[in-house]
């Protein structure tokens, strides 16, 4: 059996999914992981974006089925509110065990080279 045929085998930055790792993309998830709906505003506050940034990145999450964006009305005010599905949830607990894996295997591989 070839090394990469073995998913036990396989280097951990295999199993990361590019969808999910970009650091945006991981920021729009983990927040809202955190809540049961998150506001546009909050999104761009705590990621530093503009609204055409957070705007494509949440486009690209909602297009692969990891969050649902919903827009409505706080009082007369347009709202964005952005919920992290169950595919969203479960790719997201894939990227963190890949991510423990990669960490777990570098800290049993001691320190690196002088």
């Given at each position: 059996m070839n090394v990469a045929d073995d998913p036990e085998e396989q280097h951990p930055t295999l199993a990361l999914d590019d969808t999910v790792h970009q650091r945006?993309?991981?920021?729009?998830l983990a927040i809202a992981?955190?809540?049961?709906s998150v506001d546009f505003a909050f999104l761009k506050q705590e990621l530093g974006l503009t609204d055409g940034n957070l705007s494509r990145h949440l486009k690209v999450?909602?297009?692969?089925?990891?969050?649902?964006?919903?827009?409505?009305?706080a009082g007369r005010r347009p709202r964005t509110w952005v919920t992290l599905t169950t595919?969203?949830?479960?790719?997201?607990?894939?990227?963190?065990?890949?991510?423990r894996a990669l960490v777990h295997?570098?800290?049993?591989?001691?320190?690196?080279?002088?």
């Open positions: 945006v993309r991981l920021g729009i992981r955190e809540a049961e999450l909602e297009d692969s089925g990891l969050v649902a964006v919903n827009k409505g009305y595919t969203g949830a479960e790719a997201l607990a894939r990227e963190l065990r890949a991510l295997r570098l800290d049993a591989a001691g320190p690196p080279p002088a």
